[in-house]
Each structure stands twice: as structure tokens, then as C-alpha cells.
């Protein structure tokens, strides 16, 4: 019987890193959709168990590759110049 070398994995698998936490479901799928129109990859991860009648409730985790970290948190700061609140109006009157 002869042993197979497994093939190398051609592209090294991206580490994932926190950027930010979401409160629900759908506010982690808000913020996953302005990352994705950017590009950048994200994947949520729900921080903590299970409650069948709350499905979409309790807090989410946004992960990101380790190396497009700094451009997700810039995105997502508000106030920051590519932030979530850019271009929107001042004031309102």
C-alpha cells in the first residue's frame, strides 16, 4: 500500500480577526453588506448560545482577514473619512 503526500494548499488560508461586534443579526447583516460592497471578505460568528425564540437577537461577531483589519474598522468608524456616516448631511433642518 502506498502513502499519497496530501497537495500543498496552493494560497495560505487568511487568518480571521474581530473588527466589530453587532448587537443583533440584522445589524451585523448591515454592516457586512457595506464591508462587502468594499471587497473586503466578512464572515459573522454569533458570541454567545443559542435561544430558539430570539433567533436573530444577541450579539454578533464581524470577522474580517487579519490583513484588511485597519480598512474594515476605518470603514466602520463613524465619523472617519471612509466611515458610515460619510457624506451624509450635517444637520437636518
Given at each position: 500500500m502506498?502513502?499519497?503526500?496530501?497537495?500543498?494548499?496552493?494560497?495560505?488560508?487568511?487568518?480571521w480577526t474581530r473588527a466589530a461586534v453587532a448587537q443583533h443579526q440584522p445589524e451585523a447583516e448591515m454592516l457586512a453588506g457595506l464591508l462587502a460592497d468594499r471587497g473586503i471578505p466578512v464572515m459573522i460568528r454569533r458570541?454567545?448560545?443559542?435561544?430558539?425564540?430570539?433567533?436573530?437577537?444577541?450579539?454578533?461577531?464581524?470577522l474580517v482577514p487579519e490583513d484588511r483589519e485597519g480598512e474594515?474598522?476605518?470603514?466602520?468608524?463613524?465619523?472617519?473619512?471612509?466611515?458610515a456616516t460619510a457624506g451624509a448631511p450635517e444637520s437636518m433642518p
Open positions: 502506498a502513502l499519497r503526500r496530501r497537495a500543498r494548499d496552493p494560497a495560505p488560508r487568511p487568518r458570541t454567545t448560545f443559542d435561544v430558539p425564540d430570539m433567533l436573530a437577537g444577541g450579539p454578533r461577531e464581524l474594515a474598522r476605518e470603514l466602520l468608524t463613524p465619523g472617519s473619512a471612509g466611515g
